[in-house]
């Protein structure tokens, strides 16, 4: 799937916190390149086991919850497959062991294009979001995992030794931009997701003990704003980074 002049796409790896994370930011353009024949990948690096306030749940309960979830709204959308690497939600930081578990799924999956947040984003537009320190820190290792962990052979040196993972580079990085949960400068790239809202809304669905019908609305709202400007019903921006 060509996007521009300058990017070609068989191949993207969305790599997120949460369990919802990606249904929120980018499900309208997953559900665009799945029909397009792209070949999706999504990669979970926190259980979410920390989502709710129901004072009778527990955090195994939660976290079996959120993951069945996750693969529910994936198969809504035709993503091909959701590797959770099962860290603790609430506590992510872009340590060594979780850069390193990253850059594996980059090597084994070798996407053209990785999707994830602005790092550099701690507080939303207009004051109106305190963005979660999990998003932050896997911006930082989506980052890191296109320079220099995925790409550089020298790094992480026993993935290759010991798993025969050759180093990768995707194309580009592009990074979320929906209202409040994006970074500020990003219409790069703004893409018509209208003919896949209805979608986008069946797989934020099916992530029940997050999403409520207030929700949806308010989301419906955010992407009719960022598509305005471009004359979209609906619309998913994102500012790219070409490697």
């Known amino acids: 799937m060509r996007l521009n002049d300058r990017l070609e796409i068989e191949r993207a790896m969305v790599i997120y916190a949460h ?4 249904e929120f930011l980018c499900s309208g353009t997953m559900a665009l390149w799945a029909r397009a024949g792209v070949d999706l990948t999504y990669c ?4 979410g086991a920390s ?19 996750q693969e529910a709204a994936a198969k809504i959308l ?14 992510l930081e872009p340590t060594i062991d979780v850069r390193r578990a990253v850059t594996r799924q980059v090597r084994i999956h070798k996407p053209d294009a990785i999707l994830t947040f602005d790092p550099t984003m701690r507080f939303g537009r207009r004051g109106a979001y305190v963005n979660h320190p999990d998003h932050i820190a896997a911006g930082e290792v989506a980052c890191r995992a296109i320079n220099p962990d995925a790409s550089t052979r020298q790094m992480f040196p026993e993935l290759w030794a010991d798993e025969r993972l050759e ?11 929906l209202g409040g949960g994006g970074t500020f400068d990003a219409d790069d790239l703004v893409l018509d997701v209208t003919p896949t809202i209805d979608v986008k809304m ?20 955010l992407m009719a704003e960022t598509g305005k400007a471009h004359g979209y019903e609906f619309a998913e921006a994102y500012k790219v980074i070409y490697s």
């Open 167 to 177: 180093p990768h580079k995707p194309k580009a990085l592009m990074l979320f931009a």
């Open 51 to 69: 989502g709710s306030q129901d004072p009778e749940m527990t955090r195994k309960r939660l976290r079996d919850l959120r993951r069945t979830e």
């Open 44 to 47: 979970m690096i926190t259980n």
């Open 78 to 91: 035709g993503v091909a497959r959701v590797v959770g690497l099962e860290y603790e939600d609430g506590y």
């Open 19 to 22: 369990p919802d994370d990606a």
């Open 202 to 221: 069946a797989a934020l669905r099916a992530h029940g003990s997050q999403f409520g019908p207030d929700a949806e609305m308010r989301i419906r709202e």
